[in-house]
């Protein structure tokens, strides 16, 4: 089961890759076309930044990903032991190498883990979760993302991070420079059957974020399911991870300041507010419906 659920992500990451280059290019053609009329150059340019900002994502995720986040690394044990050793025995029980270690100062309780592959993991933990949760909770929470590491659900959620940022990249160069001449050759030009054409570029580059979050929310809410069950599998305790998630769901967002809107999808729970429209883009499933799951474990 745990084999085919490797295989099954590592072939998921080949599509990922696929989809969003595919959905990228329809993003460049967008650009080309409002900004200058030419869809080539459009293509060009989306082309560029995709295998530029991709290949830097993969290359450096952990890193990057911490550094949006806003996170810093422990350097050994001594800097807080609790944490280490519940990571170090988690990774030791799902037969992982050891993650390095990342805190994030902020009072919410929240936690992720990120990288290529478990051979270049990381997990962060804010310091609101080490203040808060005991530690049969906080084991629940490692052994939850030491399954996202072991099922290589930190790749393809990387990943997914990654091209999502490239793909509001280019969205927003377009929208951002609509004001300065972009889309407006001559009149001529806008009294001609183009309109058309820019109207539907213009369409193309405002939803292009928000078709890109929703391909995110749906890599994100399935995983956690599993990464739920696989702590339960790793602590044979389910209440600590219960009670993680109790409390977890019963606390106040992080700070803005402090958390990427891109990686989201990577903590343990939705770590920004949702509220009105945004609730139908949450990048997790709902709190109690996790939590019913795990009862029945």
């Known amino acids: 089961m745990l084999f085919d659920q490797i295989a099954k992500n590592k072939r998921k990451t080949i599509g990922l890759f696929v989809g969003f280059f595919l959905f990228m290019a329809v993003v460049g053609a967008a650009l080309g076309y409002f900004m200058w009329r030419s869809v080539e150059t459009g293509l060009v340019i989306a082309l560029v930044v995709g295998i530029v900002y991709a290949g830097y994502m993969y290359g450096q995720s952990t890193d990057v990903v911490m550094s949006m986040n806003h996170a810093h690394e422990l350097t050994g044990p001594d800097e807080n032991p609790e944490l280490w050793h519940i990571v170090e025995d988690m990774a030791l029980v799902a037969q992982v190498p050891m993650p390095r270690v990342f805190i994030i100062d902020d009072a919410s309780p929240n936690a992720f883990a990120t990288g290529n592959d478990p051979q270049h993991a990381a997990v962060a933990a804010t310091t609101g979760i080490l203040d808060r949760l005991n530690r049969s909770e906080l084991e629940g929470v490692m052994a939850h993302e030491m399954t996202h590491v072991r099922n290589y659900d930190i790749r393809l959620q990387t990943i997914a991070v990654a091209l999502t940022s490239a793909i509001a990249l280019l969205a927003n160069f377009g929208t951002n420079f609509m004001f300065w001449g972009g889309g407006r050759r001559s009149d001529n030009d806008r009294e001609s ?98 939590i019913a799951a795990l009862r029945q474990l």
């Open 193 to 290: 059957n183009n309109v058309v054409g820019i109207i539907l570029s213009l369409l193309v580059l405002v939803l292009a974020p928000i078709m890109a979050s929703i391909v995110q929310l749906a890599i994100s809410r399935n995983r956690e399911y599993l990464a739920d069950a696989g702590a339960v599998e790793l602590t044979r305790n389910p209440e600590g991870l219960i009670s993680a998630l109790q409390k977890i769901s019963n606390s106040e967002p992080m700070s803005e300041q402090n958390v990427a809107p891109s990686s989201a999808g990577l903590y343990i729970s939705n770590p920004l507010k949702l509220n009105g429209m945004n609730e139908l883009f949450a990048t997790h499933p709902p709190m109690d419906k996790r």
